[in-house]
Each structure stands twice: as C-alpha cells, then as structure tokens.
C-alpha cells in the first residue's frame, strides 16, 4: 500500500469512527460540537506550532556563516525541489536529531541539533536535511493536524459519554440491565485509543514517506540510510529530552524509555529504524551497507 494512499485511507478511517461514534453517543449535534473545539485548538497549533517548538527546544536562528555545510545543502535541494528557503535553526544538544515544522513550505523552519552536525558527513547530513523538506514538502504539519483534530475529538466525545454515565445521561435501566451499560463504556475505553492508534499510525506512514521523498531528492538513499543508523545508535547513549506532543516531528523519535515492551511498534510515532532501512535500501538493514 502506498504512502499517500495509507494515508488517505487512516484518516478516512479515523473519520468513519469519529461519525460513529459521535453518532452513537453525542447525536449529531454533540459530534458536530466536539469537532468544532478540537479544530479550534488544532487551529492554534497549526498556525503557531513551529513557534512552540522551536522555542520549547531552545532552538536559535543561525546564518549561512555561522552553518556553512546545512545552508548548502538545503539551498541545493531547496532549488532542486522548487520550494522557498527555511529558515535554520540549532538546537543546543549533543544529542543528535533534527525536525522541520511549518505549515507549508513558505512558512518553514529546519532545526538540527549541536549533536547532528559533529556526527554526520556532508553526504548523511544532506539525506537527513532532504527528509525533513520532505515533510516540507508534502506538507505533513496539515496532514497530522487533520489527525489530531479528529482523534481529539473522537477524545472529548468520549469523555463527554463517560461523564454522562456518570450523572446517569446515558442509557435507561432497560439498557443496564440488558449489557448495553457495559458495551457503552467499553466502547468509550475503545474508541480514543483507536483513534489515537490510528493517529500514530498516519505519523509512521509520514515517516516511511519522507525517506521515500528525501532519498528522491538526493538520489542517494544509502546516505540517509547510514545516517538513520548512526543517529538511532548515538541517541540511546544519549537520548534527547522532548515532550510527547512534538515527538513525532523529530528523525528519530527521542523517547527511547517508551520503546520497550512488546506493543512498542503500536504506540510508536515512528517505525523501527530496521524497517527505514530497508525500504530505502532494498535489503535487510543489517547488510545493507
């Protein structure tokens, strides 16, 4: 299944269980409702959310001087691509990582890390910085905001039905006593880790597709290859400190004490490294090189 079409299709999914489960517990009206307050908060995060994470990192604005090696690459695949020049940013961190936000591409910033800069070689360096144009470029920060908005609501109706069956708004005795209580409150604990799961899942089907589109750019998967590779090796010595809700902008997702456990693949914002690899390479990430 492609990219774009995995996509499309989670996030019609999400909105089929959205419809659903609105209609089932918040009637049109109440789905409508719990629409409207999650757009309006996603709404906020779109149009400032690479404001909020450049400054919850500390990231600070650079010049062509002070990063020679960055400014070129991204002005070569910038022009290769046809979009605008980001503006740069580093975060001061040794550990490595990079992100890009914005919510199209004339209104985009790139950071990397102190970390990424002394790690990589110009060639590894430029296949991390064509992905991050690749979420650029396909313009990523709408698509995950369209998610967030519809698992957030599918969130708040949930928590809507289960103050209901609190104060006894849903359902009669009749219902009770047939099971339909308890089918009600299983689905209220179902349904917002569906969505959620559907949500990390249009995250990882991103992740797969910005590779695809920066070793494109490149013509040189093998760089962004080994670069994944030293990256994920680097941070588990050094893992970067980052909050839940910016994590699925970063290369490689910076929380490794959430990895661990035989469902990590389920709540991961990004797929395994193994996986990366070998899709951008053809074969098995260990002989890949």
């Known amino acids: 299944m492609g990219n774009t079409f995995k996509t499309a299709f989670?996030?019609?999914a999400l909105t089929l269980l959205l419809m659903f489960f609105g209609r089932v517990f918040g009637g049109q009206n109440g789905m409508f409702l719990a629409l409207a307050f999650a757009?309006?908060?996603n709404f906020v995060s779109y149009f400032y959310s690479d404001k909020?994470?450049?400054?919850?990192?500390?990231?600070q604005p650079v010049t062509r001087e002070q990063l020679p090696r960055a400014f070129a690459a991204v002005e070569r695949l910038t022009q290769k691509i046809g979009i605008p020049m980001p503006k740069m940013y580093v975060i001061p961190t040794d550990s490595p990582n990079a992100f890009a936000t914005g919510r199209n591409p004339q209104h985009a910033s790139v950071a990397?890390?102190?970390?990424?800069?002394?790690?990589?070689?110009?060639e590894e360096l430029e296949g991390v910085l064509a992905h991050e144009l690749g979420h650029v470029n396909n313009r990523d920060i709408l698509i995950s905001s369209v998610a967030a908005t519809i698992a957030g609501a599918i969130t708040m109706l949930a928590s809507m039905g289960r103050w209901a069956m609190i104060f006894g708004g849903y359902g009669n005795d009749r219902d009770r006593r047939d099971g339909g209580g308890l089918t009600a409150l299983l689905m209220l604990i179902v349904a917002p880790i569906a969505a959620s799961l559907i949500q990390l899942a249009v995250s990882r089907s991103r992740e797969y597709q910005a590779d695809a589109t920066g070793a494109h750019f490149t013509g040189n998967p093998y760089a962004l290859a080994s670069a994944l590779r030293k990256i994920d090796a680097y941070s588990r010595r050094l893992p970067m400190q980052a909050s839940p809700s910016t994590a699925h902008l970063f290369i490689i997702q910076p929380f490794l004490g959430m990895n661990a456990g035989m469902f990590a693949g389920l709540f991961s914002t990004h797929p395994p490294i193994e996986k990366r690899i070998e899709r951008l390479t053809g074969r098995p990430a260990d002989n890949s090189f």
Do not use: C, E, F, S
């Open 112 to 122: 990397v890390t102190h970390g990424i800069l002394q790690l990589l070689n110009d």
């Open 10 to 12: 989670l996030l019609t």
């Open 52 to 59: 909020i994470a450049l400054a919850m990192y500390r990231a």
């Open 39 to 41: 757009a309006v908060m």
